[in-house]
């Protein structure tokens, strides 16, 4: 995998990689190609060595014993940042470095699969960055992203789409879903707005008043 550092742009999203079930390759480089900077948590490291990607940030609680010298020898430079706070998880830590660092957009992979707890942590808990850095959660098989005002994309019929409240969502009204929502809510674990698509060729159209929802482009 070759190094990344085609952009140096802290409006190009950021890319950061959890410890999760790997992408496909052709994700992962299409990321690594406009990413001016990869964060990568401690947990992941190795397998992130592995696959021959420079990496500009190492950063976890380094709970787990890492030979950070060997570690130096094959990313110079790297930055390391050590984060022993147990009350966040790694990846809050990464997104608020990035955050810290000036970044706009930050790009997440290897935050889903293995562990159910970790990802659903991860899910829920980017939304309460929502306001500070545009942030987008990938793998192979969807996109996330948390509601932000009013969302607005063109996609065409039958793209599978989801509305996923993180707690109560309300207000919730949509245009160009085959199953619109009018002034309504969403709770999860009660009701939520799982599989439902765009309508035809055009644009849809998301908004709520209050809560946090989750918008989840997925496919199979």
């Not at 959890?18 to 990413?35: F, I, K, M, T, Y």
């Not at 390391?80 to 810290?100: A, M, V």
């Not at 970790?118 to 996330?144: A, G, W």
């Amino acid at each position: 995998m070759s190094s990344h550092h085609i952009v140096r742009d802290e409006q190009e999203p950021a890319l950061l990689i959890a410890n999760g079930d790997a992408c496909h390759p052709e994700l992962l480089g299409q990321l690594l190609e406009w990413s001016p900077v990869v964060v990568v948590l401690d947990s992941s490291v190795w397998r992130v060595l592995d696959l021959g990607i420079k990496i500009d940030v190492l950063l976890g609680d380094f709970d787990r014993e890492l030979d950070l010298d060997a570690i130096r020898a094959q990313q110079f430079p790297l930055e390391i940042i050590h984060t022993p706070d147990q009350d966040k998880t790694d990846l809050e830590k990464g997104i608020e470095y990035l955050i810290g660092r000036g970044f706009s957009a930050v790009n997440i992979i290897w935050a889903t699969g293995r562990r159910a707890d970790h990802s659903l942590t991860n899910m829920t808990n980017i939304v309460r960055y929502k306001e500070q850095i545009r942030i987008v959660m990938l793998d192979d098989h969807s996109r996330i992203f948390p509601l932000v005002g009013r969302y607005e994309k063109w996609y065409v019929a039958g793209t599978p789409l989801s509305l996923i409240p993180v707690g109560t969502v309300s207000g919730i009204k949509t245009d160009g879903l085959k199953y619109n929502l009018h002034n309504e809510t969403l709770t999860l674990g009660y009701r939520t707005g799982s599989s439902n698509e765009s309508a035809q060729d055009g644009f849809v159209r998301v908004e709520a008043q209050t809560g946090d929802l989750l918008i989840m482009e997925c496919w199979d």
